[in-house]
């Protein structure tokens, strides 16, 4: 145990190290440089504006937040019973499969000014967007997880007189959690590529609006600081995914203690 | 063996898949109460069998009774085991054995005494709360076996449940089957490859052919009971596991 924990103090004080030693390059190099702020501001500065504008920033960053998290948990919502579908329904699978993954090659942000011109400049195009990047992960794990099952064991709990439901609820689903927590890590990112894109190309709040008005003034500080708020807020929701994995899914591989 | 009261009948089995036939007008009778073992040459169709009688599988020709009754579908009163264990991952010993009575929607608060006693009569106990990857192949077995006698089923269809297992533990495994088999006395149909394995096992083993797989001989097996390291060695072990060996090796030269 305090072996663990010796080499899990190492491991934390390796990155620290690592991280500190190219912030310092960076803070030194560039002012040896005379990197002018507007091109690439030193962290300290960012660091100063990150803090001046934390209050912004977090306004911001709940009105990103907020979208990301809804159209994510519609890809749930609609990924998994459409994955279900699949399974079930065996002719559907010839459907629609080819049809998610044809939809899939369309670049979901080219089309998202048409968003706008569909459904205007409030939070749904933005939403949609979300959705629809966080779609396909969470549909094609849900498929794997759902219907990678051992054929012994779906035989064993026939034999046992398990109903569908038993079997979907005690055997299916248990086995797809640890594929559908692998997509939510992947499905997040993209459904925050969805939210920021959308307040790219319209709306007046946001990350993206923030990082684009930035921009517009020359104040790339700004511009950094938002990236900042956005790389915390995203470490902090694949933390929290994490720590639901290690507490609910402690029997996966790739969780066992050695 | 032939009595009117068949625990299960199978009568002119035909299996026939798109890479040829796989069993070929197979007939016997399993009584109530007696273990049974096929015994046959590697893809003789040993397996197909199990499944058709468990109604898994629908044959191409000939019918399976089960006390009577044509089986069609799968039935909810067989326990099996396979080669491999299929415990679920997520689940620890004590609730892996109980699953069975989950299945057939039964609270497992009226089933948890009869699983503990069944881990402990498989020598499991201290691990009950342990998960599939920190027990053994051969622990991981009993808990399979433990899973399939947990409702009592009236029929125990075992798929060479020790193949995967090392000699050594596989013998153990015998012993212990049959240890674990004589408190309930289940009717058995076992599936395996090892001639001694049927023959420390079984009241009646049936050899099968080569592939398509037919009826080679059926040889009673009158060793007393319990049976154990000893009998191994006695004269009418070495004679019946000669009479098994006899008839799967007469199929080399034919």
Not at chain 2, 155 to 173: H, V
Not at chain 2, 178 to 197: G, K, L
Request: hydrophobic share 50%; proline share 5%.
């Amino acid at each position: 145990m305090t072996a663990k924990r010796a080499e899990r103090v190492r491991r934390v004080t390796e990155t620290t190290f690592g991280f500190a030693v190219i912030i310092l390059i960076w803070q030194y190099g560039a002012r040896l440089a005379g990197m002018p702020e507007y091109i690439l501001p030193l962290p300290s500065v960012i660091v100063v504006r990150f803090w001046q504008t934390l209050a912004i920033q977090l306004h911001h960053l709940s009105v990103t937040a907020t979208t990301t998290v809804i159209g994510l948990a519609l890809s749930l919502l609609v990924g998994i019973p459409l994955a279900l579908s699949v399974i079930y329904i065996r002719p559907l699978k010839a459907i629609v499969l080819p049809a998610l993954a044809a939809f899939n090659s369309i670049p979901k942000i080219a089309i998202a000014p048409l968003f706008v011109i569909w459904f205007g400049l409030g939070s749904e195009p933005k939403v949609l967007l979300a959705f629809l990047l966080g779609l396909f992960p969470v549909f094609v794990n849900s498929v794997t997880g759902l219907g990678e099952i051992e054929p012994d064991i779906l035989d064993l709990a026939k034999l046992a007189g398990g109903t569908g439901l038993r079997i979907f609820m005690k055997v299916r689903l248990m086995n797809a959690l640890p594929y559908i927590t692998d997509a939510v890590k992947v499905a997040f990112p993209l459904a925050l590529v969805g939210s920021i894109v959308g307040e790219f190309i319209g709306g007046n709040s946001g990350v993206g609006y923030l990082i684009l008005s930035g921009q517009f003034n020359l104040d790339t500080p700004l511009v950094f600081a938002c990236l900042l708020s956005i790389t915390l807020f995203t470490t902090l929701a694949i933390g929290a995914v994490a720590v639901l994995e290690r507490i609910f899914l402690r029997w996966r591989p790739s969780m066992r203690k050695r | 063996m032939t009595t009117n009261t068949a625990a299960v009948k199978v009568d002119g089995l035909s299996k026939a898949f798109e890479t040829g036939a796989a069993v070929e007008g197979l007939s016997f009778e399993v009584a109530e109460n007696e273990f049974v073992t096929l015994v046959g040459p590697s893809g003789c169709g040993k397996s197909t069998t199990l499944r058709i009688v468990a109604g898994l599988v629908s044959p191409t020709g000939g019918k399976v009774y089960l006390r009577g009754q044509e089986v069609q579908a799968p039935i909810a009163d067989v326990g099996m085991v396979f080669q491999s264990p299929v415990l679920l991952p997520w689940r620890n010993t004590l609730s892996n054995v109980l699953f069975t009575a989950e299945m057939r929607g039964w609270g497992p608060s009226e089933y948890r005494q009869r699983a503990l006693d069944l881990i402990t009569l498989a020598g499991l106990d201290g691990f009950e709360k342990s998960y599939p990857h920190e027990l053994s192949g051969g622990m991981q077995q009993r808990v399979a076996i433990c899973r399939a006698l947990l409702l009592n089923p009236s029929l125990l269809l075992m798929d060479e449940p020790f193949g995967a297992l090392d000699i050594l533990t596989r013998e153990k495994m015998g012993f212990e089957l049959q240890r674990i088999w004589s408190a309930s006395r289940n009717t058995v149909i076992f599936v395996t490859h090892s001639i001694t394995e049927a023959v420390l096992l079984s009241d009646t083993i049936i050899v099968m052919t080569a592939r398509p797989g037919k009826l080679k001989a059926v040889i009673l097996v009158d060793l007393p009971r319990p049976r154990d390291t000893k009998t191994l060695s006695h004269p009418r072990f070495v004679e019946l596991a000669a009479a098994v060996r006899d008839n799967i090796e007469a199929q080399w030269v034919e």
